[in-house]
């Protein structure tokens, strides 16, 4: 077998855990070789907390997870999959540990010395906070209801199944002394939210950041990661979260040098509009740009307009004040730096006034804590995108408009003057020193942390007109992306990324492809989707709140018939208990309202998953054409448009999951890698992709970083229900949009595609071929989609 290619021309995502280890992974190894895939993508590898589904929970990055089958485990894949001539990529995850003391070595030896540790500098800890002890939140109730639960044994303190190490000689104090003497405080878990000390991801405590700008840290916390690299057992890497780093851009100029410049992507959300730092040395993102693209491409613009209307006039009055997608970020946004992420808030706060009050600078002096506060919050809460990464890029970020809307949040003009402060700050206009630098630091950690708590875990919760634009990296408020702006897309990342990941499916989404690509259908027929949930929703009692309504209607709607009743229940009622408490608005993870949750698991059971559910449906039944098409059409623009097409496990077929941990149920695979579903028989969609994998494995120079994009407009009447481009004149691509409006309209009747000079073979249907222009009915006489291949002259 050759091997694998430096820069991959197809990966296949695996979510390993121990259902499903490194030896279930290699099994598969023939079935993804057959498929044409290049590169195997682990999610991360490394020592986790035992148990754990996913793995960014790591607890020792010096070590390879042994219930996943070990080192040995992985190298033995790596072998099967370089025989069958495919490489491996992993997911890393520099940003943060498990805040699990009894599992993680360095962590452990931090807790008992403190900051003369040797790996004190491997967290992120403020250790002139909380009387320079690290605040542990884990005791079920304030210390005095829990203090007969703490016990010493020996060396170590016990509180159920955590343990802590004591400091030495402190073994024998009574328990308040002995506390007071430790390098760390437990303390009742509900003072994380504003009390706590270290570094988070997001608002999880159980996950402390790690400070991987330190050139020693990164050295440590890397070594294993490198030498699997670099002795070939591994090909690329993904990166998690680096807008959670103290400069990202400096930490992956550091890897790309470490690892001698291998394919890496990393998992950056853009909003729309905004391009990936130029600076970065690495092939791209993990692909949720392409997903909004992609996914918009089936949306109707007016269709959405008009169903957000219906959303409002049936969920009124619980559409967070109106349904206004803007409105909705905003009061989110306020809602997290206040509650979630007070901690945080605070941190930045008194970093802030430090800096202020120890300046040099006159203009920083006399501002209050509180003033700096405010004007934090103002700013934080108006940015449109993660973070900025240096003083020039803030100028874009917090710009003069959002200083403007932050100043009037203030009474007294004078006291307005401290948004110009912090603004100042963050453009570089006092200084570049330490005290100015972390400063700029921790507002960006801040404010990444606040648009994914804000956006993603809550927001896409509340504004719910469409579910299947309430995905990652997806813009809500105006989803629908036409032709002309995606081509234009591929054009850009042809020319600056040509080799960045793109993707449909993911561990992180909240709806699998194939769940989306039903729910586009429904901006199409916003009207008769209504009418259906009218008569649908006649006498389901009791309703919760007429958003959650719309939503459950929508997730069956979506996931379709999916086995076994019972257990469809089970996954539509999970799936919207996580959705009520993300969105915060009646039951939250932490004040949990029972009697509401209760109630929504009741309403689940007799409307969407029960008798009233099956007009819904009906409904879905008599789009299955137009929901076929959208399948279909977004799976080979996925695997054709410019970039690195990331499958997730299972996605070669229909997937239809709702958000985790529905989607990371361990894949199944035959005895003999086959996929494992028993029938013998392929899908349509799977026939799709494996058509387009090998195309693109036996004609890498059409796709690769060297070739080229030329969108092909189709002319006639439904022109624009056409999507039609060429990759280095060579391959075409068509698919079917919209295609219930298509219907409607009295289908393709003139429509034409002109092809390319040549003649072309539809790589599907052996013997149709066509040249010059091409009517659409007959192009897509057999199928919504057509890849064409240049036959030689």
Not at 152 to 177: M, S
């Amino acid at each position: 077998m050759p091997p694998a290619p430096a820069v991959p021309t197809a990966t296949y995502r695996f979510q390993l855990q121990p259902d499903f280890p490194f030896s279930a992974a290699t099994t598969a190894v023939p079935h993804l070789a057959a498929l044409n895939i290049s590169h195997l993508h682990l999610s991360p590898v490394l020592e986790a907390v035992p148990g754990s589904r996913h793995g960014y929970d790591v607890v020792d990055p010096t070590r390879v997870r042994e219930e996943l089958g070990g080192e040995e485990g992985l190298r033995e894949l790596s072998r099967t999959a370089r025989d069958h001539g495919l490489g491996l990529i992993l997911d890393i995850v520099p940003n943060h540990m498990a805040m699990s003391p009894r599992h993680n070595p360095a962590l452990w030896e931090v807790l008992r010395d403190g900051p003369s540790s040797p790996r004190a500098r491997w967290f992120d800890i403020d250790w002139e906070a909380q009387g320079g002890q690290v605040l542990l939140p884990v005791l079920g109730g304030p210390l005095g209801e829990e203090a007969d639960r703490l016990k010493v044994d020996g060396d170590v303190l016990r509180y159920h199944d955590h343990a802590f190490p004591l400091r030495e000689g402190t073994a024998g104090l009574p328990l308040p002394r002995l506390l007071d003497a430790q390098w760390y405080r437990p303390v009742w878990w509900r003072l994380a939210r504003t009390e706590l000390n270290y570094r988070r991801f997001f608002s999880i405590s159980e996950l402390i950041g790690v400070r991987v700008e330190d050139p020693e840290v990164f050295a440590a916390t890397h070594a294993k990661i490198l030498e699997l690299l670099h002795e070939g057992v591994v090909d690329g890497l993904r990166v998690d979260h680096p807008d959670g780093l103290a400069d990202p851009g400096g930490y992956l100029r550091r890897l790309h040098e470490a690892t001698g410049g291998r394919w890496t992507v990393v998992e950056k959300i853009l909003a729309d509009g905004e391009g990936l730092p130029a600076s970065w040395p690495v092939a791209g993102t993990t692909g949720y740009d392409a997903l909004r693209h992609v996914d918009g491409l089936f949306m109707d613009p007016a269709g959405f307009g008009e169903l957000v209307d219906r959303y409002r006039a049936f969920a009124a009055p619980q559409t967070d004040r109106g349904g206004d997608w803007d409105a909705t970020v905003r009061r989110a946004a306020y809602k997290v730096l206040t509650h979630e992420l007070a901690a945080e808030s605070d941190r930045l706060t008194r970093v802030a006034a430090r800096l202020c009050a120890t300046s040099p600078e006159t203009a920083l002096r006399d501002r209050a804590p509180w003033a700096l506060r405010t004007a934090l919050t103002e700013l934080l809460v108006r940015l449109e995108v993660y973070r900025p990464y240096s003083p020039e890029d803030a100028a874009t970020v917090v710009t003069e408009e959002a200083a403007a809307e932050a100043r009037r949040a203030f009474a007294v003009p004078e006291e307005a003057g401290a948004v110009d402060v912090v603004r100042d700050l963050l453009l570089g206009r006092y200084g570049d020193g330490p005290a100015q630098a972390e400063f700029r630091t921790r507002f960006a950690q801040t404010a990444s942390a606040l648009r994914a708590k804000s956006v993603e875990d809550t927001a896409f919760y509340r504004y719910v007109p469409l579910l299947s634009a309430t995905e990652v990296g997806g813009e809500p408020g105006d989803p629908a992306v036409g032709p002309d702006r995606f081509h234009a897309y591929c054009a850009r990342v042809q020319r600056d990324w040509p080799a960045t990941g793109t993707v449909l499916s993911t561990h992180d989404a909240k709806r699998s492809a194939d769940v989306r690509a039903a729910l586009h259908v429904l901006t199409e027929c916003p009207g008769r989707w209504a009418d259906v949930l009218a008569e649908a929703s006649r006498g389901v009692e009791p309703v919760p709140d007429g958003q959650l309504a719309w939503a459950a209607w929508q997730t069956v709607f979506g996931l379709g018939p999916a086995g076994d009743e019972r257990a469809r229940e089970e996954r539509v009622r999970e799936a919207l208990l996580k959705h009520v408490r993300e969105a915060g608005l009646f039951t939250s993870w932490t004040e949990q309202e029972p009697p509401y949750e209760e109630a929504v698991a009741r309403f689940v059971a007799a409307g969407p998953c029960g008798v009233p559910g099956r007009k819904v449906a009906e409904l879905r039944e008599a789009l299955e054409p137009h929901i076929r098409a959208n399948v279909l059409g977004a799976a080979l623009v996925h695997l054709t448009m410019p970039g690195v097409p990331d499958l997730y496990q299972g996605t070669e077929r229909e997937y239809r999951a709702l958000v985790d941990p529905d989607n990371r149920t361990p894949p199944r695979f035959g005895e003999n890698g086959d996929g494992g579903d028993g029938g013998g028989g392929r899908s349509e969609k799977e026939a799709v992709t494996r058509a387009a994998l090998a195309l693109r494995a036996r004609r890498p120079e059409v796709f690769g970083t060297s070739a080229s994009y030329e969108p092909l407009a189709a002319v006639g009447p439904a022109a624009d229900h056409c999507l039609a481009f060429a990759r280095s004149g060579e391959v075409v691509t068509a698919v079917t949009r919209l295609s219930l409006r298509l219907a409607e309209s009295g289908g393709w009747r003139d429509t034409r595609l002109p092809l390319p000079r040549g003649r072309w073979a539809d790589v599907r249907e052996p013997g149709r071929e066509f040249e010059r222009e091409v009517r659409a009915a007959e192009l897509f006489a057999a199928s919504p989609v057509v890849l064409l291949e240049r036959l030689p002259e």
